[in-house]
């Protein structure tokens, strides 16, 4: 299986800083990486495929880049409504798997 | 507008069969493929196996074969069934539509609003 591994677990951060996240595939996945969001108590929600591009109506404000085995998801300006956690999920080979998740927290 | 909806009972008996179904609307479920999902605290997000209208289906081997996933495309819904349950498979499944736009590779869009099952005598 293609471990997915995501740093940090968890961050704190103020409305209007500029958000890292990072998710390393355990082997090469291409650009086959999907970033989702999740809020408490609702279902993931899409976000990027394919490393890098955004799912139509979420903000610009969100970036994804990499390939192969490192990937990043971006937030230049964080809002309040982006608090919660993402997940990083690999297609590349089933059993598709996810990353562990990174829960972005306020400061 | 793509919207899934599971069902079923949110206590399951230890060693028993779990049975969820998750109804499609918006979108027939002759395309896609048509996937499940499950979430808890100790296991964070694990995908459970697919169906694709043709039939076609694969699922997680952690699950050691207790996964089947099947299609009724006359009620445009599918289901899952998870046999000889134990606590650990207590979760929140989602169902998801998987988007493919190349045969291999996709992604999950949308989600169900999950459901979330417990095993316990």
């Known amino acids: 299986d293609i471990q997915m591994t995501q740093s940090p677990s968890s961050l704190s951060a103020s409305v209007g800083d500029r958000v890292t996240i990072t998710c390393r595939a355990s082997q090469s996945i291409n650009n086959y990486l999907n970033w989702y969001q999740q809020k408490p108590g609702k279902a993931p929600n899409l976000l990027i495929y394919a490393a890098s591009t955004l799912q139509t109506a979420v903000p610009s404000r969100f970036s994804g880049s990499g390939s192969g085995t490192d990937f990043t998801l971006s937030i230049s300006s964080l809002q309040p409504e982006d608090f919660a956690t993402y997940f990083c999920?690999?297609?590349?080979?089933?059993?598709?798997?996810f990353g562990g998740g990174t829960k972005v927290e306020i400061k | 507008q793509v919207q899934l909806q599971e069902s079923g009972p949110g206590l399951v008996k230890p060693s028993e069969t779990l049975s969820l179904t998750c109804v499609v609307s918006?979108?027939?479920?002759?395309?896609?493929?048509w996937n499940w999902i499950r979430q808890s605290p100790g296991k964070g997000l694990e995908w459970i196996g697919y169906?694709?209208?043709?039939?076609?289906?694969n699922y997680n081997p952690s699950l050691k074969s207790r996964a089947t996933i099947s299609l009724d495309m006359s009620k445009n819904q599918f289901s899952l069934k998870l046999s000889s349950v134990t606590a650990a498979d207590t979760a929140v499944y989602y169902c998801a539509r998987e988007v493919r736009p190349l045969e291999w590779w996709g992604w999950f869009d949308p989600w169900g609003q999950g459901a979330r099952v417990t095993v316990s005598a």
């Open positions: 918006g979108v027939s479920t002759s395309r896609y493929y």
């Open positions: 169906i694709y209208y043709s039939g076609i289906t």
């Open positions: 999920q690999q297609g590349y080979s089933t059993p598709l798997t």
